[in-house]
């Protein structure tokens, strides 16, 4: 892909990666004319964005056996996140299928949903697996993220330096910079703090950014803060897994009554209830009911 063709994607592909989702789509449907590859890029990260916004049936209606190769993994992603959780392990089950038949550096939009799907799955080893196939800096993003889960920091430094000699002020690598600090620790939370203000200086506040500054704030033992970032991102995005739960937590740092911390739980469970936090949390009251009626019974 010539450099011209990706700087007509430019914004599109940022406000997706900093969670502007509609902002994303907006973008994506002014730009008219495109060559056949460039446009399916374009349709691969509207149709992502609709996803993150959960509009399932969009993508379901419009991807088709009829459309274009590289965007129809775009459907299995839909079907995957739409899915309830007894159900996920039959689209898991084609997506083995499709990786087993095998795929090139070209199939970037399989390798990416390949990455994405076995990560939240758990199956971190597939996942490296499939995102070491492509050598896009969202593959090498995704990778650091799926080592960060695989607690291999030292394994997610050595991507991100390899980011950074690609495209050192790209948003990806900007972004995977924060995650590696975060996890990192000590001094460099605040470092990761200054990269995420920066990019809400630059783009604007995004529910997911501002759940990044709040981990910030969080690490660093700025509750208060913290409080009023996740707050902000919750304005934009009521039913933000992610902002419900860094709440629930931070609501024990800063001496929240009870009934406040299990208000954002009880959220959580209404707007998310397949998350991986919230099902921990049922198998944790089942665990501690199954032991109370022991001491009961005794």
Not at 20 to 34: H, R, V
Not at 189 to 214: C, H, P, R, W
């Amino acid at each position: 892909m010539a450099q011209s063709d990706v700087d007509v994607l430019i914004d599109v592909k940022n406000y997706y990666f900093i969670g502007n989702y509609q902002q994303c789509i907006n973008e994506a449907q002014k730009l008219k004319g495109l060559g056949p590859d460039v446009g399916a890029v374009r349709d691969v990260f509207m149709y992502r964005a609709y996803i993150a916004f959960r509009k399932f049936t969009v993508v379901l209606d419009e991807v088709t056996n009829s459309s274009p190769k590289s965007i129809q993994p775009i459907r299995l992603f839909a079907e995957f996140i739409s899915a309830p959780l007894s159900r996920r392990d039959t689209v898991v089950e084609k997506l083995d299928k499709l990786v087993a038949s095998g795929f090139t550096s070209e199939d970037v939009t399989l390798i990416i949903v390949a990455g994405m799907i076995y990560h939240h799955v758990g199956n971190y080893e597939g996942a490296l697996r499939a995102l070491n196939q492509g050598d896009h800096l969202e593959c090498s993003a995704l990778t650091i993220q799926t080592l960060l889960a695989y607690d291999r920091l030292d394994l997610a430094k050595k991507e991100l330096k390899n980011m950074q000699e690609k495209d050192e002020d790209a948003t990806l690598t900007q972004l995977a910079a924060a995650w590696v600090s975060l996890a990192t620790g000590g001094d460099k939370y605040q470092e990761a703090f200054y990269i995420v203000q920066e990019m809400i200086d630059k783009y604007g506040s995004t529910s997911l950014l501002l759940n990044m500054l709040a981990a910030c704030q969080i690490a660093q033992g700025k509750y208060a803060e913290a409080e009023s970032s996740l707050q902000e991102s919750l304005d934009k995005d009521p039913n933000s897994a992610d902002a419900l739960i860094n709440l629930f937590m931070n609501s024990h740092f800063v001496g929240k009554p009870p009934e406040v911390a299990n208000r954002f739980l009880s959220q959580l469970k209404d707007a998310n209830p397949d998350h991986p936090f919230v099902q921990d949390h049922f198998k944790k009251e089942d665990e501690f009911e199954r032991v109370a009626k022991l001491f009961t019974a005794a």
